[in-house]
């Protein structure tokens, strides 16, 4: 075992891998370790130019003579990173151990964890003919709590115990960034497809395919520190418009340009502020073309203007999908800017047409997109991009089976809808609404949703963990689908009180809109073609006022009480920008030195002074919600409450249960 100090970092060799700890940001190191000559120059998520930490960081070696006896130590801060002679990793805060590599091999006899197993903490199995599948594993705390790690459709917001797959999925967003109870925040800084298990007898991360292991760990006091640390060097969102935090109008889907517009003048007429208005996929000719189909939409010029006069942002849909009849697939084929099948045929969706991919992980494809985009969209006016399909959405998640400019789909796939959403934020500057993510795409404005979701309070309450673990992972801006995408019969009872339950939550949550595919698929559609912007189906009507009057009733008030948040909520878009912070918060997240707030799932802060208790099953008219220290004011009734206590609070359908927390440093910041 050989150690030296190269600049700043520590490194060491044995026998065929060579490791290297590097300080990067306050109190943090990344770990890189490989079988290759030499390590590669990326950087991942790690894009942000970082301070220097001379003065914080440390490189200590031992003196021993024998290697076997050698030893050595890097610090940064706050965290160290002590190494044996056997290359094993202890990772220390403040002086006391929190984590180390799992290691099982007797190659250290007087070591109490060897064993005979021959499992070590860094793992490289050959793929034949390239790179290595590569596996990081350390020791597990039975009192352990991990939150982040992105969006998957599960209720779970403590992942411990969970297995993870590392991929993009239709509702299911990889950012691999954990936060761990016990004062550490990991980054798994590899943008290829892979897993993790959260597991009781250790934890485990794998990358499928990969030329060096790389991740990266801070600590720090608590959660809102650990998410300091790590938007610091992965970037943190911009300010996005104040106009958009109003109510956002969308369905599956307005055909025609004269259907938008008389959705939004009808809005006017009842005096409602229409915030965005957004026009879903297929007004377009085929997949790929990127431009309106004139037939039904004559003169986007003249709407959008409209629409601008009445105070309204217009969004249109953007697929990254091309089909292979679309006026644009052969210059894309010829010019290599579509993704490539490894085998089989050569198609990656098939979704009403046949289609290849386009390959944005290519400079050159994403200057082709956007000067479609904005030719065919943002010089008639478009204020905004909604990037669907963003993972992107494939016919088989074959991973193996598709190859990218930077690289193969196992070893860079996660980065795709990063790359997608980077595309139009650096033409636009504006927030886009996205289906998926990786870390670092909150630095491009990205509002991610949750996806192609069914109706159901199962749903609803699986969306609740998402939204507060994707803020954990770095993604402030994030929404759903009001009322769930899927919908099977948009007039059932059941469904518009989970409709009703559902718009409640959503008023307190970053971005208010309304999206679905609201059922039965019924309305016949505009033109028999088999192609164009009236071939495709359409869900029925999705406004406020679709759902008859005391439905309208409900929204209407909720939708008031959202819009006198505005310069609160504004508040808490600066302090994003500035720190990182989400605007959806777990409990700890504000009280992380009360243990219960550790326990609690399903109840949530508003940034720091609204606590949130939606109503996530159907039929239910009351429910628990706990207080912690402090006074806390009901907004249903103003009565003003001591915390540290539970109580049983009334949910009637027209409301959930929300407090405002009263503070001698900040005071109530909500006026009714």
Not at 41 to 52: H, K, R, Y
Not at 130 to 137: C, E, I, L, N, V
Not at 405 to 426: C, R
């Amino acid at each position: 075992m050989k150690f030296w100090k190269d600049n700043q970092s520590l490194m060491w060799k044995h026998q065929y891998e060579t490791v290297c700890i590097t300080p990067w940001g306050k109190n943090a190191l990344r770990v890189r370790a490989t079988k290759f000559p030499n390590f590669t120059q990326n950087t991942w998520a790690l894009e942000e130019p970082i301070s220097d930490t001379a003065a914080e960081s440390t490189v200590e070696i031992s003196s021993a003579q024998s290697p076997k006896a050698a030893s050595a130590s890097i610090s940064n801060g706050r965290l160290c990173i002590q190494v044996d002679s056997a290359g094993i990793m202890t990772f220390c805060r403040d002086g006391q151990k929190f984590l180390k590599e799992y290691h099982r091999d007797y190659d250290q006899p007087s070591c109490r964890e060897s064993r005979c197993l021959k499992i070590r903490g860094r793992e490289y199995r050959a793929i034949v003919g390239g790179d290595y599948a590569m596996k990081a594993r350390f020791e597990s705390n039975d009192s352990e709590k991990i939150y982040g790690m992105g969006q998957y459709q599960q209720p779970y917001l403590n992942l411990k115990g969970c297995t993870l797959e590392l991929a993009q999925r239709n509702s299911q967003t990889s950012i691999p960034f954990a936060v761990s109870s016990l004062g550490y925040g990991f980054l798994w800084n590899h943008p290829g497809v892979g897993n993790v298990v959260f597991g009781r007898n250790y934890t485990e991360w794998e990358a499928k395919a990969a030329k060096q292991l790389d991740y990266w760990i801070t600590v720090d006091d608590g959660p809102a520190q650990i998410l300091e640390n790590y938007t610091e060097v992965t970037g943190r969102t911009p300010m996005i418009d104040t106009a958009l935090l109003g109510l956002w109008q969308c369905k599956l889907r307005y055909r025609t340009q004269d259907e938008v517009l008389g959705v939004a003048r009808k809005y006017q007429k009842l005096g409602i502020p229409l915030a965005v208005i957004v026009i879903d996929f297929f007004h377009w000719t085929r997949q790929g073309d990127w431009k309106f189909d004139k037939e039904y939409w004559p003169d986007p010029r003249a709407m959008c203007d409209e629409l601008h006069d009445m105070g309204t942002k217009v969004v249109v849909s953007v697929w990254p999908t091309v089909d292979k009849k679309s006026e644009n697939f052969a210059e894309l084929l010829d010019r290599g800017l579509l993704i490539q099948t490894e085998r089989g045929s050569n198609q990656t969706y098939e979704f009403q047409g046949d289609c290849l991919t386009i390959d944005v992980t290519n400079p050159e494809t994403q200057a082709y997109l956007w000067e479609k985009c904005r030719k065919n969209y943002r010089d008639y006016g478009i204020d905004m991009f909604w990037l669907d399909n963003a993972e992107p959405d494939y016919g088989a998640y074959d991973y193996d089976n598709y190859r990218y400019y930077l690289g193969t789909g196992l070893e860079v796939s996660n980065l795709y809808p990063k790359l997608y959403t980077k595309t139009f934020y650096e033409q636009t500057k504006a927030l886009s609404l996205v289906r998926c993510g990786w870390a670092g795409s909150q630095k491009y404005a990205a509002l991610l949703w949750s996806g192609d979701i069914p109706s159901t309070f199962e749903s609803l309450r699986d969306q609740l963990s998402a939204g507060l673990n994707m803020g954990l992972a770095g993604i402030p801006w994030w929404t759903t689908d009001i009322g769930g995408f899927m919908t099977d019969d948009a007039a059932d009872a059941d469904f518009r009180e989970l409709l009703l339950r559902w718009f409640e939550f959503a008023v307190f949550s970053p971005i208010l809109r309304m999206h679905g595919d609201r059922g039965p698929h019924d309305i016949p559609p505009l033109s028999d073609k088999e192609w164009g912007g009236g071939s495709l189906f359409t869900g029925h009507p999705n406004e406020l006022w679709s759902y008859g009057e005391e439905a309208f009733a409900v929204m209407k008030k909720q939708l008031d009480l959202r819009l006198s948040l505005r310069p609160y909520i504004e508040q808490l878009m600066r302090e994003a920008s500035e720190t990182g912070a989400p605007l959806l918060r777990t409990m700890f997240y504000e009280f992380p030195d009360d243990a219960h707030c550790w326990e609690l799932d399903d109840q949530y802060m508003f940034g720091n002074q609204y606590l949130v208790a939606p109503v996530l099953q159907a039929r239910q008219r009351e429910r628990e919600v706990y207080l912690p220290a402090g006074q806390w004011r009901q907004l249903a009734d103003s009565q003003v409450f001591e915390g540290g206590q539970t109580l049983l609070c009334p949910a009637p359908l027209e409301q959930i249960p929300v407090f405002e927390r009263l503070t001698p440093s900040c005071g109530p910041l909500h006026r009714s």
